[in-house]
């Protein structure tokens, strides 16, 4: 338990199951005061009750849809009236942008027969970059006035290793996602709509975008460059991205190696960062990485 200080407030998207649900669980038993979210109300209050049937009490649920702009106003308004400031963001919530095939070829700890059995259409490609792309970005606008309240403020993006550089194939891009003194978010934001545009015209090749599991691969990258840019932005918030290992859940049809245990260990570290850590990096679990 936290011996100091007020109680913190975290808030987890896509909290119902998986790594989210265990990050709550791991930050209740550290004393933090969680608000699981859950854009599925029953799935989410499910999620809930099964904290508290293992003895946690200072949980709540509240529901949010982070690709919903109307869900996450009226999250905010009640983190305002309920606690007046947040202590900690944890962006979770993800889809992985296509649809498998046939879970006849899927190999436990397999990456490339997981992304060889995943196909992706234009609508699935938007609405994963909807997701982990604006999801993200949109939280992050929306409560960081309120996190500017806090005296411990923290942001996790949970991104990916498939976000990092070397997995676009474009020199061009991967420089400019990789230029944090140059890029800026409206710049980072046309880069996601030429994506998009390419990929509905067939031309991800020619873009120098990646071709197996594209939008997941890209929303991810966008999200690792938009965590430095708030990093850079608003010193005060420790804000990291990180990618939690290949972890056994739904996103990749339980094929991962590590469980959800391990996973959340490394989200949780840097929810809990004491001051003066670094922030506007990637991680891999418990360790410090690179964008690269
Ligand atoms: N597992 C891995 O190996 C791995 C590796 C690298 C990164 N990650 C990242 O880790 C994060 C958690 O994934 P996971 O492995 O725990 O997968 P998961 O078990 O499939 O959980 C994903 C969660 O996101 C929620 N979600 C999806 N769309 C949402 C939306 N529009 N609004 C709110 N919640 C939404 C899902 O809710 P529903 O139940 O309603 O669908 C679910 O609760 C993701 O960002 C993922 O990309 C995972």
């Known amino acids: 338990m936290q011996s100091t200080g007020p109680q913190r407030i975290a808030i987890v998207t896509g909290a119902n199951k998986g790594i989210g649900l265990e990050i709550c669980k791991q930050l209740l038993e550290t004393g933090v005061k969680v608000v699981l979210t859950a854009r599925d109300e029953a799935r989410g209050k499910a999620a809930v009750k099964k904290l508290q049937d293992e003895g946690a009490t200072d949980v709540v649920f509240h529901q949010l849809d982070v690709a919903d702009p109307a869900s996450i106003s009226t999250l905010r308004e009640f983190i305002q009236n309920q606690f007046g400031r947040l202590d900690i ?60 309240l806090s005296q411990i403020p923290r942001i996790v993006n949970v991104s990916s290793s498939a976000g990092k550089l070397q997995r676009i194939p474009g020199e061009s891009i991967r420089k400019e996602l990789g230029d944090i003194n140059a890029l800026t978010e409206v710049r980072l934001e046309e880069l996601v709509s030429k994506f998009l545009d390419d990929f509905k015209e067939g031309r991800l090749e020619e873009g120098g975008w990646p071709n197996i599991m594209s939008a997941y691969k890209v929303s991810k990258a966008a999200v690792c460059a938009y965590t430095r840019i708030i990093a850079k932005s608003y010193p005060k918030i420790i804000t990291n991205c990180i990618c939690p290992g290949y972890v056994k859940t739904d996103i990749n049809y339980d094929t991962g190696i590590l469980t959800v245990e391990e996973g959340a260990k490394g989200p949780v570290m840097l929810a809990l960062l004491p001051d003066g850590s670094p922030s506007g990096q990637f991680y891999f679990q418990t360790e410090l990485s690179s964008f690269e």
């Not at 899927?106 to 982990?132: F, H, M, T, W």
């Open 89 to 148: 963001l944890i962006n979770n919530a993800g889809i992985n942008g296509g649809e498998l095939v046939s879970q006849d070829t899927l190999v436990v700890g397999d990456l490339s027969r997981l992304a060889a059995a995943i196909v992706e259409s234009y609508e699935k490609a938007q609405e994963c970059i909807d997701i982990n792309y604006y999801g993200t970005t949109e939280m992050c606008k929306a409560f960081i006035p309120l996190l500017q």
